[in-house]
C-alpha cells in the first residue's frame, strides 16, 4: 500500500475516477450531443452576447466619426488600441503552448486541456487582429497591407513594424487553427457516429473528412499533428517577439531594449496560463469534467504561472536596472517618471503587486491546491499584465524629448466600450465552442487509461509507453 501511494505521488494520474474508452466518450460527447442544453449556458451566452454588442456599436460609430472618439493625442498616438492588442496576443499564447510544446516534450498532463486551450487562443487572437485594422483610420482599405498583385505597382512597406504584425499574427493564426481543426478531426467523426440528430451528423461528417479510424487514417493524422507541433513551435517564441520589435525598433526611451523579446514571450505565456485557468476552473465545476481536468492539471499550470511569473519579476528589475546603467538621462527620466515622479506611478505599483507580489503565494502547497486561490490569483494577473501593457505604453511616450510635447492621457467611454466588447465577442465564441463541439478531447483522453496500454506496462506519467503499432491493412483500399 506504501509503495502504491509512493507511485501515485511520483506519477499522478491524469485521469481520476473508473473510466473505461465507453464511459470516457459517453462523458465528454454527451455534452455536445445532449438535447437539452444547459440554462447556466444559456445565462452565461445571454450575457456575453449582449456585451459584444458594444463592440458592434462602437465599431459602427467609430468607422461613422474616425479614431478621435478616442483618447488618442500627441505624443501618446499609441494608447488602448495598441494596449488591447498586446493583451489579446499574449493571452493566445498559452494554447500553442500547451498544444504544441508540451505534445514535443511528451508532456500527459496537456491532453485534457489543450482543447478548449486551443480555443482560447483562436478567439483571441481574433479580438486583437480588430485593433490594427481600425487603429489605422482607414478599416476598408486594410487590404492594401497584403503584397496583392496590382496594376499601380504599390507595395507594402516591409520596414514599417504594422506589416510585421500582420504577417506573424495571420501566419500564427492559421497555422494555430490548423493545428486545433486537425486534432478535432477524430472526436469530430466520434460525435458523427453518436449523433442522433440528422442535422448535426451531417455537418458533423462533413468536418471530420471521412474519417473512419483505420491505421492509415491514424498513422497520417499523427503525422500530419506532428509537422503541426513543429511548426507552430518557434511560431509561439516569433509572435510576441515580432510585437516587441515593434516597440524596440524605436528610439523612444524605454522602449528601445534589446531584452523585450523574450522578455513579451514570457509575459505573455503568463497571461495565457492565467486565462486558461480561469477558464479550467469553472468548466470542471460546470460540467462535471472534474475526472479529467484533475487537481493534479492545476497544480501543474500554477507551477508553469509562477515560473513565467518570476521571469516577468527578472525584466522589471533589468528594466531598472538598464535605464540606471545606460548613462541616457532620458532612459534614467523615463524610469523616475514611470516609477514615483510621473503621474501614472500607482498603475506601476499595481502592476507590481498584480505581476510580482501575487504569485509568490503560489510557492505554497496551500494556495497551490486551492481552485480559490487560483482563480483568484489567475484574476490578479490578468489584471496585472493589462497594466504592463498600459505602463509600458503610455508611460514612455507620455513624456516626449522636449517638454513642450509632454500631454496626459486618459482613455474615453469608447476606448472602454471597445475593449469590453472584445471581452464580450471573446466569451460569446467561447460559449458556442463549448456547446457545440467537445470541450477535452476524447481519443487523447482515452490514450492514458489502462486499457490503451497493449503492452501491458504501468503507465508512466514522464515517459512515452504508449508505443501503439499501427500497420497497414492489405485489404484497405490505397484511397482509404
Not at 462602437?58 to 494608447?79: D, E, H, M, S
Not at 451528423?201 to 499523427?222: C, D, L, M
Not at 538621462?329 to 505581476?355: D, H, S, T
Amino acid at each position: 500500500m506504501q509503495d502504491s501511494r509512493e507511485e501515485r505521488k511520483l506519477h499522478p494520474a491524469m485521469v481520476e475516477g473508473d473510466h473505461d474508452f465507453g464511459t470516457v466518450s459517453d462523458r465528454i460527447g454527451d455534452l455536445t450531443l445532449k438535447k437539452r442544453t444547459p440554462f447556466h449556458w444559456f445565462i452565461g451566452f445571454g450575457i456575453a452576447f449582449l456585451v459584444a454588442q458594444l463592440l458592434m456599436v462602437t465599431i459602427i460609430y467609430l468607422v461613422t466619426k474616425g479614431i478621435g472618439i478616442w483618447g488618442t493625442n500627441q505624443p501618446v498616438g499609441w494608447a488602448f488600441p495598441i494596449i488591447n492588442f498586446v493583451w489579446w496576443i499574449g493571452i493566445g499564447h498559452a494554447g500553442t503552448l500547451i498544444s504544441a510544446i508540451l505534445l514535443l516534450l511528451n508532456q500527459k498532463w496537456r491532453t485534457s486541456i489543450n482543447r478548449f486551450a486551443e480555443a482560447m487562443t483562436l478567439f483571441a487572437v481574433a479580438c486583437a487582429g480588430l485593433y490594427p485594422v481600425f487603429h489605422t483610420g482607414r478599416p476598408w482599405l486594410a487590404y492594401w497591407l497584403f503584397p496583392y498583385p496590382n496594376t499601380m505597382g504599390i507595395w507594402p512597406q516591409f520596414r514599417s513594424p504594422l506589416m510585421w504584425d500582420v504577417f506573424a499574427v495571420s501566419t500564427y493564426a492559421t497555422v494555430s487553427l490548423l493545428f486545433w481543426y486537425v486534432g478535432l478531426i477524430p472526436d469530430l467523426a466520434t460525435l458523427r457516429d453518436r449523433a442522433k440528430n440528422k442535422y448535426f451528423k451531417k455537418v458533423y461528417a462533413i468536418f471530420s473528412w471521412g474519417w473512419r479510424g483505420s491505421a492509415r487514417h491514424w498513422h497520417r493524422y499523427e503525422l500530419a499533428y506532428l509537422i503541426l507541433a513543429g511548426i507552430s513551435t518557434p511560431l509561439v517564441l516569433s509572435v510576441h517577439s515580432v510585437v516587441s520589435l515593434d516597440f524596440s525598433v524605436s528610439q523612444i526611451p524605454g522602449w528601445h531594449a534589446t531584452f523585450f523579446p523574450p522578455y513579451f514571450v514570457a509575459g505573455a505565456i503568463y497571461a495565457g496560463f492565467a486565462m486558461v485557468l480561469l477558464l479550467a476552473i469553472p468548466l470542471r465545476h460546470l460540467y462535471g469534467m472534474k475526472d479529467f481536468v484533475t487537481k493534479t492539471h492545476l497544480i501543474l499550470m500554477g507551477k508553469v504561472m509562477l515560473a513565467t511569473g518570476l521571469i516577468v519579476g527578472y525584466s522589471y528589475v533589468m528594466e531598472f536596472f538598464f535605464g540606471w546603467y545606460s548613462g541616457s538621462q532620458y532612459e534614467w527620466f523615463m524610469i523616475k517618471n514611470r516609477v514615483w515622479e510621473g503621474p501614472y506611478w500607482a498603475f506601476y505599483w499595481m502592476l507590481m503587486f498584480c505581476n510580482v507580489i501575487s504569485p509568490q503565494f503560489l510557492w505554497f502547497k496551500r494556495f497551490r491546491e486551492s481552485e480559490f486561490w487560483l482563480f483568484i490569483i489567475s484574476i490578479i494577473v490578468s489584471i496585472g499584465m493589462w497594466l504592463e501593457r498600459f505602463v509600458i505604453i503610455v508611460t514612455s511616450i507620455q513624456r516626449d524629448f522636449l517638454p513642450s510635447s509632454w500631454a496626459m492621457y486618459s482613455p474615453t467611454i469608447w476606448d472602454w466600450s471597445m475593449f469590453v466588447g472584445t471581452l464580450g465577442f471573446f466569451f460569446c465564441l467561447f460559449f458556442l465552442f463549448v456547446r457545440f463541439l467537445p470541450i477535452i478531447s476524447i481519443f487523447e483522453v482515452r490514450t492514458l487509461l489502462p486499457q490503451a496500454n497493449v503492452h501491458g506496462r504501468p503507465q508512466d506519467f514522464d515517459e512515452n509507453v504508449l508505443e501503439i503499432e499501427y500497420t497497414y491493412d492489405k485489404t484497405d483500399p490505397p484511397n482509404s
